[in-house]
Every structure is written in C-alpha cells, then in structure tokens.
C-alpha cells in the first residue's frame, strides 16, 4: 500500500504539514518548489528545487513518482495532463485543475451543474467593463475578480463607486459577481477517494474583525443552526462528486442575510481553513489527502473538541529576520497549540504559522484566543 511514491507540487507550509503526517506511515515523498529553505524542504529531504510553473521542471518530477498531488493551484498543467497519458496517477486530474484555476470556468460550471452561486458576468478588461456599467448589463455595488492568478484576495476587488473604477478596477479578463450581502462565510473540507466514499468535515466559521475588515479568526464548529450545518455539508459533497474530484476540496460558502447558502470558490487541496483539524479532528486534513490519493479507507471527520485558529501573520511594521513574541506565555495555556512554518524572514502579512486552541467550554476557547491574539505577534529586529 506505501510502496507508491507520492510527488508534491508546492512546498509551502501545506506540504509541509502533509510531509508530517505522511511521516507517520513512512510514506515515500518528494516535492517540487523553489528552493529547499521552503517549510516542507524543513521535514522532507526528497525535495527537488524547481519551478512547478514551469512544463519542463513539472514533466521530468512527475517521472519519479507514481502518484502527483499538489499544495498550489498554479501549477503546470500541459505536464500533468502529459503525465497522465504517460500512465500517472495525478489527483486532482488535471481536466479539472484547468477549470477551477480560471474562476470563469468554474462558476460556469456551478450553473451547468445546478450549485447554487452568485449570480455573474464574463468581461474582458477594463473598457469593456466600462462599456458593461454604460449598458447597464452590471450595476454597483459588484465584484471584480481576475479569472486567472488571485489568491488571499489578490485578484478581487469590490467596485461600489466611480472612483472605484479609477482606483480599483483591474485591466485583466474577469467575471464580475453581484455582491452577496453576506451574514456567515463558511468553509467546508470534504475528501473522496478513488472508490468514491466522501467524507466530511464540520463547518468552519470565518470571523470577521469589523474593525480591521479581516477574518479575525476560524471557528469549528460553526455558529450556525443544525439545518445549515446539514445543508453546507451536503453541499459540500454535492460539489465534490460534480467535480469527481479525487483528494480533498476545500468548498468557501456564502450564508446570505436571506439564509441562502452559496458557493464562492473551491480548492482542490489542503487548505488554511482546516489547521484546526490537526488538533482537533480525529483524521487531520493532511492525513485525509495521504489516504485520499492512496485509495485508503478514509479516516473519521468528528471533532475531538471545538477549536479557533488564528493565522499567525508577520505584524504590518516588520520586514527581516523572523522573531515570536510572546510564545512562552502562550504555551502556557493548556490547549494552545503552536504551528510555526519555519520562513526565516517574516514579512507584512505574510502567513508564518498558526494558533490552534482547543477547549470543550465556548467560552473559556474565545477567551484563551482573545490571549493569543493579543500576546503572540509575528515582528523582527529589523524594522
Ligand atoms: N460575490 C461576492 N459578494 C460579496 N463578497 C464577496 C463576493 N465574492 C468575494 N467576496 C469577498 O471577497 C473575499 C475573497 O474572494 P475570493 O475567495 O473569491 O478570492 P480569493 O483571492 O480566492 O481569496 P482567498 O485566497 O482569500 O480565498 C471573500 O472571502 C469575500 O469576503
Ligand atoms: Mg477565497
């Protein structure tokens, strides 16, 4: 059953909490990135320095595996579809990585699929959007996304005024979605494996800080009722078996102020919404995707305990060497568990690690985050 070796594309921290939990079994793994310094080059010395962007670089890693898996979107995929003729197992298939990296594709194929989702158009680039609010085929408030590259909300933005269009308009092929007036954004992790069994996670909850308009914090399970945690996660499934995805996707869902629930996007792989479910699941997400891809049994989604987690992001004013503030306070508390990725320079916003905190009572779980939040920071001795 481990005598496959599995390649993944993308060594960032979700490889590298892959890397770990594949270690438990004694998994054969390798990876393609740029550089070995990356997280996952910290736990996995099988790691090929490349440009998984790059067809070439792609095409001969692919060679040394036997199954293909990936931590990034953006990969190469004329390789991954070469590969597959060639006999590889590539999960997610490439047919459909090429539709879900072009948010164009992938909303058309939410309609023709019946997944309920925001309404939208197709536009070219700037004029024709102009040419678009002109002949009143969209109207303000909207959002712009690009079809191709956006990522941590790179690549969206929301268009409300005609100063919008001077400053914020993107000049880039787009879909233009009508703005949802959202009450909850949810996630939900679902996995399938070869034979076809899904499993699902139970809803994480962003909280959003309506001081900073960011997410605060993850919440599982989510502040929502009994009804929507059963509609989101068949949802969730419905999407999964639509797409035939084999591995995990992490389906982000609307829940309007109407009590509709909506899909925004997917992605087809570990994702920031399922930390917490390294501590605080039975299965982790990263040990789903091992038994996923591998046409494992698939392990049990149920909750050890509620958990929040807090992205650990590098502070606005620090650019250098990375530095933790305030880790021993933090360990202190039972349940507080620390992730550090290991980037050795922390940068404004840059993704360094994260806080689960795990705790059977709501209220005393909101507090030792609210703790965490306010004692750990991500800073350097350079400003
Ligand atoms: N149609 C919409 N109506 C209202 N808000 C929206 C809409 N689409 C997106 N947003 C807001 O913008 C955020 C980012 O959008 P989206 O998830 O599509 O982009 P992204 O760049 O892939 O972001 P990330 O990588 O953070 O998931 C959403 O989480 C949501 O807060
Ligand atoms: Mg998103």
């Not at 590539?90 to 939410?110: A, M, N, R, T």
């Not at 570990?270 to 789903?288: K, L, R, V």
């Amino acid at each position: 059953m481990f005598k496959k070796t599995i390649g993944i594309l993308g060594g960032g921290q979700l490889g590298k909490m892959t890397a770990l939990s594949a270690q438990n079994w004694d998994v054969s793994l390798q990876f393609l990135d740029q550089d070995k310094t990356f997280p996952a080059g910290k736990v996995c010395p099988n790691f090929q320095e490349g440009d998984f962007k790059n067809y070439d670089d792609v095409y001969q890693f692919g060679q040394s595996c036997d199954i293909i898996t990936i931590e990034i979107e953006s990969v190469n995929t004329e390789a991954l579809h070469q590969l597959k003729k060639e006999g590889k197992t590539i999960h997610p298939s490439p047919e459909i990585l090429d539709i879900i990296k072009d948010k164009g594709l992938q909303k058309e194929f939410y309609i023709q699929n019946n997944i309920p989702t925001s309404p939208f158009i197709f536009a070219e680039g700037k004029k024709d959007i102009i040419d678009k609010i002109q002949n009143h085929e969209i109207s303000f408030p909207f959002v712009q996304k690009a079809r191709k590259g956006g990522y941590d909300g790179k690549g969206v933005a929301v268009i409300k005024t005609s100063e919008d269009i001077e400053n914020k308009l993107m000049d880039t092929p787009s879909i233009l979605e009508e703005m949802v007036k959202i009450d909850k954004e949810l996630g939900v992790i679902v996995a399938r494996n070869e034979k076809g069994d899904t499993v699902v996670y139970p809803t994480v909850e962003m909280v959003f800080s309506e001081e900073a308009n960011l997410v605060e914090y993850l919440m599982s399970p989510a502040n929502i009722t009994k009804e929507q945690e059963e509609q989101a996660q068949k949802l969730a499934i419905k999407v999964i078996e639509s797409f035939n995805v084999c591995g995990l996707l992490a389906v982000e869902m609307f829940l309007s102020q109407e009590g509709k629930i909506l899909i925004n996007e997917v992605a087809p792989r570990p994702h920031n919404s399922g930390h917490h479910s390294i501590d605080a699941c039975m299965t982790s997400q990263y040990e789903q995707l091992i038994r996923a891809i591998s046409n494992m049994p698939l392990g049990s989604t149920t909750m050890r305990s509620p958990a929040i987690m807090l992205n650990l992001l590098g502070e606005p004013e620090y650019n250098g060497p990375v530095y933790y503030q305030g880790m021993e306070e933090c360990l202190a508390i039972e349940g507080v568990k620390i992730h550090i990725y290991g980037k050795k320079v922390t940068k404004p916003f840059r993704k360094m690690g994260h806080v689960t905190i795990i705790d059977q009572n709501k209220e005393s779980l909101l507090k030792k985050a609210r703790f965490v939040q306010q004692k750990l920071k991500v800073i350097s001795n350079i400003v």
